[in-house]
């Protein structure tokens, strides 16, 4: 395909080609580095120099909730917002799990999982005037569980409050993954929205996406502006923001009265370099990154149904269940097949349900998944299609194949078959060759209503992803719970999926793959405690 100035295109058009351009084929992958200097591998933890530190509560306390108290948010106590509070809120969605180590070689493990494990994804902390901290801007850094300072400004008048707000440092992602990176940030963006949501969730609290932020104003108020704090290539890009609400929480979101406090602030620190070396350059990212620059949009707080879940298999305490996540490398493709009660719980997750993590998000959902069902008791093998909203079967029938059969299968959900038989190696073969999606008892691509989103707001497609992101990891979650586990899949042949369902134009595209099983252990990695280098 030849290349185009982006930047002469308009929003859409850029986002759409960006798109097409970072597309995995059968015959050709999309662009990445032709090798990897793993000895200049991106440091996965930033560090700002020159910043006042504090230090939270030792990690490791466990919280008294079991995984199943969560489909009753409603009903869990609040935990008064102070550092202990904090720091366990934190380290559940963002800290260390665990460190991993094999022969010379050690790597940390997180409770928000990454594509690669490569962690673009950054958090800060904003206190008006909580009883806390100072008020100020606060960067999360999860290997030394701190926060530093990174400004200080006179607290708001008005009742205080606690923002979250994400970021993404591209590089980080690309250093591996080339011009594809792009949709894996957005991919951890999401991915780390919804462990907040269940962080939040353990102690009581709610995280509210405050979607209607402007990008410029997210960057503005995080300090992701200031240009001389970091290194060119290594700069970061605002995702998210939120509102935590704790035992106390304002009830309006005052971003006038934000910018006001923080255009007075004192700011402290400067970016730690992440990598000596930038030998591969990817400008498409820099152009699909402004071609979906968020612009302000006015407040959209979807609600989402209440709709009762069955129990989980094994209903630990959450913060176990959050900390033992890992990401399954290989599955037993010979072990027994995941019980039909299991996996009606995990499908069943995934739908709009008014409990964490969809109470974090704004929108009706967007996103289908395509189901390789292998080894599933009492359901056929084959290919079957879950919507995840009212209205959009016929849409799809009228889309796909002509061929395929939609057959209703028994559920407490909508669930469709559409073809009968062994896919294990169509699963295969569209994931990139990877066994991880034939050797599990089920893998799905996740299909999002895609043209009309980005004509409509081109930044959408970053949302997109968020919403994959967050399925992803109540997958995750729903899986440890079922006593089996999961894994997210980002290479798969995006062209051949959509041949496979009929699909001829852009209205639907395969945005995320995953798949669930039985994991097999290798037992030449050494798994050590996540938090022994502090103790």
Known sequence: MPDENCSSLTASKAVFHYHQRTKHRLDAYAKGPTSLDWEDQPDPFRRFEGCDTVPLPLPGREVECLFGDLDRPEKIVPQTLNLDSLGLFLELALGLSAWKQYGPDRWALRCNPSSGNLHP????????????????????????????????????????????????????????????????????????????????????????????????????????DRAEDFIEHEREAPDLFCRVHASTSPDRFAPTELSECLRHARWFGKAERLSRYHFYRWPVIDDVAHAAQKPATPAERWQAPVRPLPPVSYNLPTGRLIRQRRS??????????????????????????????????????????????????????????????????????????????????????????????????????????????????????????????????????????????????????????????????????????????????????????????????????QSLPPYGHLQ
């Open 121 to 224: 994804t950054e958090a800060y902390l904003i206190f008006t005037g909580t009883s806390a901290l100072p008020a100020g801007v606060y960067h999360y850094l999860s290997h030394d569980h701190l926060l530093e300072r990174r400004c200080h400004f006179e607290p708001i008048k008005s009742e205080p409050a606690l923002y979250i707000g994400l970021s993404s440092i591209h590089w980080r992602e690309a250093w591996k993954y080339g011009e594809r990176a792009f949709r894996y940030c957005q991919h951890d963006a999401g991915h780390a929205l919804a462990a907040l949501s269940y962080a939040a969730a353990c102690l009581g609290w709610r995280i509210e996406l405050l979607g209607e932020t402007a990008d410029a104003d997210l960057a503005g108020w995080l300090g992701l």
């Open 328 to 525: 399954a490398q290989h599955f037993d493709s010979r072990s027994a097949a995941l019980a039909l009660p299991d996996f009606q719980r995990i499908i069943q997750a995934v739908l709009p349900n008014a409990k964490p993590p969809f109470t974090a998000w704004n929108w009706a959902p967007q996103v289908h998944f395509l189901l390789f069902v292998h080894r599933v008791e009492s359901l056929e093998p084959g290919l079957y299609f879950l919507p995840r909203g009212t209205g959009d079967v016929d849409a799809f029938r009228q889309a796909f194949s002509k061929e395929y059969a939609w057959e209703t299968v028994a559920a407490p959900f909508a669930l469709y078959r559409l073809f009968a038989g062994n896919v294990r190696q169509a699963a295969k073969t569209l994931s990139c060759h990877q066994s991880i999606a034939s050797d599990s008892a089920f893998s799905l691509g996740m299909l999002a209503q895609f043209a009309d989103n980005i004509d409509a707001e081109p930044w959408r497609y970053r949302r997109l992803f968020w919403e994959c992101g967050l399925l992803g990891q109540i997958l995750y979650l729903e899986a440890e719970a079922a006593g089996v586990r999961g894994t997210g899949i980002g290479c798969f042949f995006d062209d051949a999926v959509h041949g496979v369902l009929g699909l001829t134009d852009d209205r639907w595209q395969s945005l995320y793959h995953f798949t669930v099983g039985e994991a097999l252990e290798d037992a030449r990695l």
